[in-house]
């Protein structure tokens, strides 16, 4: 038991690092951590690297997955936060109670022009939502509005290609089987 936890530890260490160079590198709108176990809590930190074209950005919003559940944004000083539920398909139940809507986008907008994020300057746009139960990748559209024009990172991979390949790729997190399955984390 405690070889197979080493192990699952080690890959999502390998995970993270593999994972983090394209972060740093990459001007597009990512995770800070790009592997999560399945059925736990998250914190979704979005890095918000640059504007559009010099642009200052006055704009995030994020599509939560249809995956993940129970999103619950952090305010940001100086930023307006709109929360946008809908009605489920197929409801859940949480804490001993049917949830029949949840989340669907969260939207961060800049109060004054001044609050904006300058392009020379670094952001992080945080919610945490509960991971699917399952393994495999969840994609977050991230709509990055700015005072001029605008970047949509909300590409996803066809089969065989790599979000590196794409122009505007979405952000991607990785779900690891079994770690977090049965856990309860708030």
């Known amino acids: 038991m405690k070889t197979n936890t080493m192990k699952k530890i080690a890959a999502c260490a390998f995970l993270i690092s593999a994972t983090a160079h ?5 001007a ?11 059925g ?5 930190t979005f890095k918000v690297g640059h504007g559009c074209g010099g642009s200052p950005t006055r704009q995030i919003a994020v ?9 619950r944004p952090m305010p940001k000083p100086g930023w307006a936060l709109e929360v946008q539920r809908e009605k489920l398909t197929q409801p859940y139940t949480s804490h001993g109670r049917s949830i029949t809507e949840d989340v669907v986008r969260v939207t961060w907008t800049a109060k004054t022009a001044e609050d904006m994020l300058p392009n020379a300057h670094y952001d992080e746009f945080v919610l945490v939502a509960a991971t699917p139960e399952q393994a495999g990748t969840v994609y977050w559209p991230v709509r990055q509005a700015c005072a001029e024009g605008r970047n949509d990172w909300v590409e996803l991979p066809k089969p065989g290609q790599k979000l590196s390949d794409l122009k505007s790729p979405a952000a991607a997190l990785e779900i690891l089987p079994g770690a977090g399955a049965g856990t309860h984390n708030h």
């Open 28 to 38: 597009h709108v990512v995770l800070e951590y790009q592997v999560a176990p399945a």
């Open 63 to 71: 599509d939560i997955p249809a995956s993940m559940r129970g999103a």
């Open 40 to 44: 736990a809590s998250y914190k979704a």
């Open 22 to 26: 394209f972060g740093t590198a990459s």
